[in-house]
């Protein structure tokens, strides 16, 4: 029998604190220290400082429309939405200051993982696609043809390791290939300098907007949106291009 296609609750709070891509690591150390360094699903550290739990994170941090944002899946929704009801004083640790948090968005859904009839576009932002030996292998290459042909097998490692993340295993093959290259551009990564990828591709899954998918997605990477309408995104934020 094949597994039901499961439904995600889906969970975006932004906030009234200015912040930088940069600044991520520093908005997700503080915001973990305030919901309380014991709560491993807010860091996903496993102990020791440099060990991790192999999951896929349920809280995610970024930077929209210049502002500190919480994403959170499933049991990180729960987490997120009882912290915010149950702490008395919204108040972080910001550049060695205390300071105040307000909410500016928020908005709390339910979506679906499934299969769709035909493909579908999404976009990508700031998608980290190669690991280490992928890396390798791309510097190694010689035509764009080849290079396209690595990122589709990236896109398709990453869906495959985003549903499994998620407790789906897909019922079927699926399709799953790039349609553009918008811009590359660069990023240190825990002292890493790795390449990032706005795109656009088409799959036969269905994907909630917001996921996101590659590697570092806790830091802001690889967030998941709908095709471009006009000067437009379509997006789990429903006032304006969000990302």
């Given at each position: 029998?094949?597994?039901?296609?499961?439904?995600?609750?889906?969970?975006?709070?932004?906030?009234?604190?200015p912040?930088?891509?940069?600044?991520?690591?520093?908005?997700?150390?503080?915001?973990?220290?305030?919901?309380?360094?014991q709560?491993?699903?807010?860091?996903?550290?496993?102990?020791?400082?440099?060990e991790?739990?192999?999951?896929?994170?349920?809280?995610?941090?970024?930077?929209?429309?210049?502002?500190?944002?919480?994403?959170?899946?499933?049991?990180?929704?729960e987490?997120?939405?009882?912290?915010?009801?149950?702490?008395?004083?919204?108040?972080?640790?910001?550049?060695?200051?205390?300071?105040?948090?307000?909410?500016?968005?928020?908005?709390?859904?339910?979506?679906?993982?499934?299969?769709?009839?035909?493909?579908?576009?999404?976009?990508?932002?700031?998608?980290?696609?190669?690991?280490?030996?992928?890396?390798?292998?791309?510097?190694?290459?010689?035509?764009?043809?080849?290079?396209?042909?690595?990122?589709?097998?990236c896109?398709?490692?990453?869906?495959?390791?985003?549903?499994?993340?998620?407790?789906?295993?897909?019922?079927?093959?699926?399709?799953?290939?790039?349609?553009?290259v918008?811009?590359?551009?660069?990023?240190?990564?825990?002292?890493?300098?790795?390449?990032?990828?706005?795109?656009?591709?088409?799959?036969?899954?269905?994907?909630?907007?917001?996921?996101?998918?590659?590697?570092?997605?806790?830091?802001?990477?690889?967030?998941?949106?709908?095709?471009?309408?006009?000067?437009?995104?379509?997006?789990?934020?429903?006032?304006?291009?969000?990302?």
């Amino acid at each position: 029998m094949a597994q039901a296609s499961p439904s995600l609750r889906l969970l975006e709070a932004r906030f009234d604190l200015p912040l930088l891509p940069a600044q991520i690591p520093q908005w997700r150390g503080a915001f973990a220290q305030w919901a309380g360094l014991q709560e491993d699903i807010y860091h996903n550290h496993a102990g020791a400082a440099d060990e991790y739990h192999r999951r896929y994170p349920l809280v995610q941090y970024r930077s929209v429309r210049g502002k500190a944002t919480i994403f959170a899946v499933n049991d990180g929704v729960e987490a997120v939405a009882d912290l915010l009801q149950r702490a008395g004083d919204w108040q972080i640790r910001w550049q060695d200051r205390p300071t105040h948090l307000r909410i500016e968005h928020l908005r709390i859904d339910t979506s679906q993982l499934d299969l769709l009839p035909a493909p579908r576009e999404y976009r990508l932002l700031r998608w980290l696609a190669l690991n280490a030996d992928n890396y390798r292998t791309w510097q190694q290459l010689r035509t764009y043809r080849e290079r396209v042909e690595l990122l589709d097998r990236c896109l398709a490692a990453n869906l495959l390791s985003l549903c499994s993340g998620l407790h789906w295993q897909v019922p079927r093959r699926f399709e799953a290939y790039l349609t553009s290259v918008e811009r590359m551009g660069t990023a240190n990564v825990h002292g890493q300098e790795l390449i990032t990828f706005d795109c656009t591709f088409s799959t036969d899954l269905a994907l909630p907007l917001g996921l996101g998918l590659g590697k570092s997605t806790s830091h802001g990477f690889g967030v998941l949106l709908g095709k471009r309408v006009g000067t437009r995104t379509d997006g789990l934020s429903k006032d304006g291009t969000g990302h």
